[in-house]
């Protein structure tokens, strides 16, 4: 099926560097996603993006957060500066539909995230 | 206040036998339910949804029970099979919104 790919698959900081996480959505994909989960809790919703804007965020989205994805590549998440409870993995996602009964989310494997 | 609860974190089953996974959510306002299966090193993968105006969802041995008055729902699987282990997270969204809100996960073990 259709794939999203993340690049790392695994980073260790310092506390208070600047990280970005890579995400390559589904080629034909109009819609981006982060979510972040916590080892042994729930994934939660970071942010979602479409035609270059963010569509909507949550309360863990903090300021030290931002996407973006420039034309023709990859769907970014930098996280800068990084703290300790930054530590997690971040999943992207890609949709071509909004809504969720047509726009089906496809995950990626994950970026696990530690921050030292 | 967690939107969606799984109610039990993990689960064994043997080979043969129906797994029973279950679910509660508090939003009434939800009304996308899909359920994802994630093996481990990869990412979580839709394995069968439901809408909130359907009371049951068949697709092969999987099947979604979905109780609206109650705000609940399980997952089955039915003649369980090794290759089913994994985790299974129960989620919740509105049909507007793309937002989707996760339970735990419940890591199911079937053993042969």
């Known amino acids: 099926g259709p794939k999203v790919l993340q690049i790392p698959s695994h980073q260790i900081i310092d506390m208070g560097q600047m990280v970005t996480l890579n995400c390559d959505p589904v080629s034909n994909h109009l819609y981006f996603y982060w979510y972040k989960q916590i080892l042994g809790q729930q994934m939660e919703f970071l942010v979602n993006?479409?035609?270059?804007?963010?569509?909507?965020k949550s309360k863990l989205f903090k300021d030290q957060f931002s996407v973006e994805r420039p034309d023709g590549s990859y769907f970014t998440l930098k996280i800068q500066p990084t703290a300790l409870e930054d530590s997690a993995v971040y999943f992207c996602?890609?949709?071509?539909?909004?809504?969720?009964?047509?726009?089906?989310?496809?995950f990626g494997e994950g970026s696990k995230l530690t921050v030292l | 206040q967690q939107q969606v609860r799984q109610s039990s974190q993990s689960l064994t089953v043997w080979e043969g036998e129906t797994a029973i996974l279950n679910c509660s959510y508090e939003?009434?306002?939800?009304?996308?339910f899909p359920w994802y299966q994630q093996f481990p090193g990869e990412g979580p993968a839709l394995l069968i949804a439901?809408?909130?105006?359907?009371d049951k969802k068949e697709d092969g041995r999987f099947t979604i029970f979905f109780n609206k008055r109650e705000k609940n729902l399980s997952l089955h699987i039915k003649d369980s099979q090794p290759g089913d282990s994994a985790t299974y997270f129960c989620a919740a969204s509105w049909n507007s919104n793309n937002r989707i809100f996760f339970g735990d996960g419940t890591q199911l073990v079937v053993k042969p």
């Open positions: 439901i809408r909130s105006v359907s």
């Open positions: 939003n009434s306002a939800f009304d996308y």
């Open positions: 996602a890609s949709s071509l539909n909004w809504g969720p009964n047509t726009g089906q989310l496809y």
């Open positions: 993006f479409y035609n270059g804007k963010v569509m909507e």
